[in-house]
C-alpha cells in the first residue's frame, strides 16, 4: 500500500478503503493507525456521511445502528453534531453503550455479579489469612472491603432490576459500577451466542475512537465477535499505540491483527510544524518505525527535548528549561512562571494534573473507590461538578464582588 501521495489525495485514499470496509455485502474490518494531528475525526465524519447516503434508507426502514464508540461526553457531542443527529448513528462512551447492551439482562447480571464477588471475597480473605498483623492500615481496608462485598452478595437475590447511570455516582443497592458494566458486557459479547446475535443485528458496524485505552477485556470481546461474525459484522478500530495513557488498554494493539483486516494509515500531521514532526518520527523509530509527514506549507517551527533523572523535582526542572528556552530563543517570555499563560504545559494524565494543580488530597480517595472513580475522570461525578461548577465560582464571584454573577449562579 502506498499513501506517499499529496496532502488531500492520501486524506482520500484512506477515506476510501475506510468506507469499502463498511459494505454491507462484503464487511471488512480495520484498524486504523491515525497519529496526533492527523484528521481522524475528519475522515470518520466523511465516511459515515457517505454511508449515510448509501444506506441510510436500509437501516431505517429495519433499525438497524453504526455504533460509534468514543472516549469522552465532550467527543460524543462533537461527532454528533458533525453527523446532523442522524438517528442512524449511535455515539456513545464505552460505558453507555456497554449499558445499552446488558441493561435488560437482569437475572445474568445477577448470576456474573455472584461468581465475581465470590472469587473477589475469597481472594480478600486468603490475603487476610496470610496478615502479619490485622490492625495495621491495610489489613483493616482489607476488613471493611470483605464485609461490604458480602453484604453485597447477600443482598443480591432481593434485587429485581438493575441500575446504572453512565455520568452518576451509582451507589445504591441495585447499582452497577462503571468497571462492572464493562467487565460484565465484555464477558457476554465474547461467551453468549445470543449476545452476538444480539449485537450484530442492530450493530452491524461498530467503529471504536482511542481504541489503545478501551479496556484490554472489551477489546477482546470484540475481537472474538468479529471472528465469529465477520461475514456480517465490521470492527473498526481508530487509535495510535504511543498515545496510549492508560494501563488497562491492550497493548501492542494493531500486531497480531488477522490477515484480512485492513490496515490504512493516515500519514499526514496537519496540525504540528516540520521540526517537531522530525522529533516525534525519530522518537518512534526504533518503537513502532511508523512517520507522519508534515504539510508542506507548515514552517520549520522550533523544538527542543530535555532529558532530565526520574525522581527530581519536576517544578525546578521546568524552571530551569524556561531559563534555557529564554536564552536558546532569546525570547523573554520564555522567563515567564510557568503557571502563567505565556507558557503552556501539557500535562498527560490526571494524577500528575491533581499533584501539580494542588488538588490531589481531594483526588485520590474518590479516585481508589471503583464507584466514583470513572465519573471523577471524565468529569461527571455530581458531587465534584457541585463544588467544581456552583460552589467554586460563587466563591470567585463573592471575592471580586461580582453581584450579577452570584445572582446567575444562585439562580441556576
Not at 69 to 75: E, L, Q
Not at 257 to 275: A, E, F
Amino acid at each position: 500500500m502506498n499513501l506517499e501521495t499529496p496532502n488531500n489525495d492520501a486524506d482520500n485514499y484512506v477515506d476510501k478503503e475506510i468506507y469499502n470496509c463498511l459494505n454491507l455485502e462484503n464487511p471488512k474490518s480495520f484498524f486504523l493507525f491515525a497519529g496526533a494531528g492527523s484528521g481522524k475525526t475528519r475522515s470518520l465524519v466523511n465516511v459515515l456521511i457517505d454511508f449515510k447516503s448509501e444506506y441510510g434508507k436500509q437501516f431505517r426502514l429495519n433499525r438497524k445502528k453504526v455504533a460509534i464508540i468514543t472516549y469522552t461526553n465532550a467527543a460524543c457531542d462533537e461527532i454528533i453534531h458533525r453527523l446532523k443527529y442522524d438517528p442512524i448513528f449511535s455515539v456513545s462512551t464505552i460505558h453507555s453503550y456497554a449499558w445499552e447492551l446488558i441493561k435488560n439482562f437482569n437475572q445474568d447480571i445477577k448470576k456474573w455479579l455472584k461468581i465475581n464477588l465470590f472469587s473477589e471475597i475469597s481472594k480478600l480473605e486468603d490475603e487476610q489469612s496470610k496478615s502479619r498483623n490485622l490492625q495495621n492500615k491495610t489489613s483493616i481496608d482489607r476488613a471493611k472491603k470483605i464485609e461490604s462485598k458480602s453484604k453485597r452478595l447477600k443482598n443480591l437475590d432481593n434485587i429485581i432490576q438493575f441500575r446504572y447511570n453512565p455520568n452518576g455516582d451509582n451507589i445504591s443497592k441495585d447499582s452497577l459500577n462503571h468497571s462492572e458494566v464493562v467487565s460484565i458486557a465484555a464477558d457476554f459479547i465474547k461467551s453468549k451466542p445470543l449476545m452476538q446475535d444480539l449485537l450484530v443485528c442492530k450493530f452491524p458496524i461498530v467503529l471504536i475512537d482511542e481504541s489503545q485505552d478501551t479496556k484490554k477485556e472489551l477489546i477482546d470481546a470484540f475481537f472474538e465477535l468479529q471472528k465469529n461474525k465477520k461475514d456480517s459484522f465490521s470492527l473498526g478500530l481508530f487509535g495510535d499505540t504511543m498515545q496510549r495513557i492508560y494501563s488497562d488498554g491492550k497493548e501492542n494493539l494493531e500486531q497480531g491483527l488477522p490477515q484480512d483486516w485492513i490496515k490504512p494509515v493516515k500519514r499526514m500531521n496537519h496540525r504540528s510544524n516540520k521540526r517537531i514532526i522530525t522529533l516525534i518520527n525519530n522518537i518512534r523509530q526504533n518503537v513502532d518505525g511508523q512517520k507522519q509527514n508534515p504539510r508542506t506549507e507548515k514552517e520549520q517551527g522550533f523544538v527542543r527535548l530535555f532529558i532530565c533523572q526520574r525522581g527530581q523535582n519536576k517544578q525546578e526542572i521546568e524552571t530551569l528549561v524556561t531559563r534555557k528556552m529564554s536564552d536558546i530563543t532569546q525570547d523573554s517570555l520564555w522567563n515567564s512562571s510557568i503557571d502563567k499563560a505565556d507558557v503552556k504545559t501539557l500535562i498527560l494524565e490526571h494524577h500528575m494534573a491533581a499533584r501539580r494543580m494542588g488538588f490531589l488530597d481531594f483526588f485520590e480517595p474518590l479516585y481508589k473507590e471503583d464507584k466514583l472513580s470513572t465519573g471523577l475522570l471524565d468529569g461527571t461525578l455530581s458531587g465534584a461538578n457541585f463544588f467544581t461548577k456552583i460552589i467554586l465560582p460563587l466563591v470567585d464571584a463573592n471575592e471580586t464582588d461580582d453581584k450579577f454573577a452570584i445572582a446567575r449562579i444562585v439562580k441556576k
